[in-house]
Structures are given as structure tokens and as C-alpha cells.
């Protein structure tokens, strides 16, 4: 039976549309994600819909709230976490947003990065996979599916509709 985490992923983009905000996921030794840049999200509660859940998790890891995002995409990441668990994403651009931004959370230090070089950052593997697609600007939800082994994804395929 196949029965995922659900999480949400999301990437704010700065007002002048070049750079996007992540979290250096440097703060605890035992992060599985230790020393890589992500974006900003986390697991659904029972009491969400995946909405909430970003709008939330924006709040809690930025401090931002959101008022415009949307949908870019899915994706199944089975064999993931730590103990190999699967993972059903809904990956958001976030395109405006109020507040004051704060300088780290619990995960880690935040700060913008030129969304043109991101594949120059330590992330995970996969993540140079979709995240063109995020900041395509097609504006076709995609669906992904990213099998994980060992750490790393052995594959990668999508389709948009």
C-alpha cells in the first residue's frame, strides 16, 4: 500500500523577479538535508489542505505571509527520507508576500539567491531536475515522478498538463 508523507515546497521570488529566498539547512548535525539549499515547506498536517500548509509554513520558517502563490507542480519522491520513506510534493512559486523577513529558523540561515544560479549551490540532485520548471513561467502545472536510492535520485520523468 502506498501511503506518503505530503508535504509542501515553495520558492518566494523577490519583487524583482531574479532571485528566490532558501534556507541553508545548517543547523542541526542530524538534518538529512545538512549543508544543502532548499526551499521553504514541510509535511501536511491532518487539519490542512496543501494550501494552508504553505501559507503556514511560509509564515513559520520566513516569517512572510504569503498573498500570491501558485501551483507549479507535483512530485512523487518515493525511497526519500531518512528511513526511506515516500514523500507526495506540491511544489508552490510564491510571487508576493508582506512581512519581515527573519534571519534563520530552526533549520537554518535564510537569504536570497539569483534564481540564474542556483545550480551552482549545494542542494540535492534532484533539485536540478524541476527547479526549471518552477521558474519556467509555463504556465503548465507539472507532474513529477523521482525515485530515490541511497541518497540520490536514480531517475527522473514528468509530464505537464
Known amino acids: 500500500m502506498y501511503m ?20 541553508h539547512r545548517n543547523a542541526r548535525e542530524s538534518d538529512q538535508h545538512l549543508g544543502k539549499y532548499n526551499g521553504l ?14 501559507r503556514r509554513e511560509i509564515r513559520e520558517e520566513s516569517g512572510f505571509e504569503c498573498t500570491r502563490l501558485e501551483l507549479r507542480g507535483t512530485i ?50 534532484g533539485d536540478r531536475y524541476f527547479l526549471p520548471l518552477v521558474f519556467d513561467g509555463d504556465p503548465r502545472i507539472f507532474h513529477g515522478y523521482m525515485p530515490y536510492a541511497n541518497g540520490r535520485a536514480v531517475a527522473w520523468e514528468y509530464s505537464r498538463i
Open 76 to 125: 512523487n519522491w518515493t525511497g526519500f527520507g531518512p528511513e526511506g520513506e515516500n514523500w507526495l510534493g506540491f511544489i508552490f512559486l510564491i510571487t508576493a508576500f508582506a512581512g519581515k523577513l527573519k534571519e534563520s529558523n530552526e533549520e537554518g540561515e535564510l537569504d536570497w539567491h539569483p534564481i540564474a544560479t542556483l545550480d551552482q549551490l549545494p542542494m540535492w540532485e
Open 4 to 23: 506518503p508523507i505530503i508535504g509542501t515546497l515553495g520558492y518566494i521570488v523577490s519583487p524583482d523577479g531574479l532571485q528566490t529566498l532558501l534556507v
Open 41 to 54: 515547506g514541510g509535511k501536511m498536517k491532518a487539519n490542512e489542505d496543501v494550501m494552508t500548509c504553505m
